[in-house]
Structure formats: C-alpha cells, structure tokens
C-alpha cells in the first residue's frame, strides 16, 4: 500500500478484527447466519 490513508485504515481494520476475535470468529458467524437465517448479536 503506498497510500498512507489507506494503510492507516487497513491497519486500524486488522486491529478492531483482532479485538472481535479474528476471522476464526467472523466464520463461525457466517456459519451460525447461514445455518439459522438468524442474526448474530454481540454477546455483553
């Protein structure tokens, strides 16, 4: 990336995925939707 912006952002992306659990936990999300039609809501 040789636009400063866009590797801020990119950068400040991976940083809030890691916090959310990773892409482990996003698939395990897309699978729960797919499997029940249902949404996933954060868990407090």
Known sequence: MTNPAC?????HFK???HR?????????IVETVVAT??????KK
Do not use: E, I
């Not at 590797?7 to 950068?11: D, E, F, G, I, V």
């Not at 959310?20 to 395990?28: I, S, T």
């Not at 039609?37 to 954060?42: M, R």
């Open 7 to 11: 590797k801020a952002s990119a950068m």
């Open 15 to 17: 940083a809030l995925n």
């Open 20 to 28: 959310a659990g990773g892409v482990v936990k996003a698939a395990d």
């Open 37 to 42: 039609g249902q949404p996933v809501l954060a």
